[in-house]
Structure formats: structure tokens, C-alpha cells
Nanobody
């Protein structure tokens, strides 16, 4: 089973930036696409960004496209999410998992809390 440790969440004002990190273990990181998910109170976890394993192709949820950038460092087993021009609706707990379209593993990390508020 994959194991994930997310970090980098914080309280920021609207328009601010954050960089989230997720370090993975328990599987061959370089052979999987990776994705970031967001969960807000009362809603199901949704994918916000994904990066393919080899091509580097990316996919973004419509509301974050142009503001968020996902990248992965295979040497460090880490996937990043650069979040710019943050909005209050970006508030939530962010998780990562392997997979480009759907989560590969049933195990999830603790996530990292992002709060966007003035």
C-alpha cells in the first residue's frame, strides 16, 4: 500500500500563494502518475490536479486551472502543488495519491489544511 505524507498547508489571505508537498513511499514512485485531491466540509474528496507518470502531461480541475501547478520529482518521491492567487473556495484539506485519473491506493495520508481567509 502507498503511504503519503502531505505538508505545506497554512492560513493565507486571498490572493496569496502556497506550495504543498507530498512525499510518497511503499511503491515505485516513478512508475505512477500522481494527483492532488481536496476535501471540504460536507463534500466528497475531489481531484484538483494530476500529472502523468512519463509524459509529464497534466490535468486540472476547472476552478484551479491557470492558478495551480502540479509537478513531481521522481528522485525525491515527492509531488508538489504550487497554488497561486488563492481564493476562499480553495479552502480544504489537501491529499495526494498515485494515479492520473483515479486514486490507485485505498490508503490516504493525513492531508494538509489550507485555509484562505482575510
Amino acid at each position: 500500500q502507498g503511504q503519503f505524507v502531505e505538508s505545506g498547508g497554512d492560513l493565507v489571505q486571498p490572493g496569496g500563494s502556497l506550495r504543498l508537498s507530498c512525499t510518497a513511499s511503499g511503491f515505485t514512485f516513478s512508475t505512477y502518475g500522481m494527483a492532488w485531491y481536496r476535501q471540504t466540509l460536507g463534500k466528497e474528496r475531489e481531484m484538483v490536479a494530476a500529472v502523468a507518470k512519463a509524459s509529464g502531461a497534466t490535468n486540472y480541475e476547472e476552478s484551479v486551472r491557470g492558478r495551480f501547478t502540479i509537478s513531481k520529482d521522481n528522485a525525491k518521491n515527492t509531488v508538489y502543488l504550487q497554488m497561486n492567487n488563492l481564493k476562499t473556495e480553495d479552502t480544504g484539506v489537501y491529499f495526494c495519491n498515485a494515479g492520473f485519473k483515479n486514486p490507485v491506493f485505498t490508503s490516504w495520508g493525513k492531508g494538509t489544511q489550507v485555509t484562505v481567509s482575510s
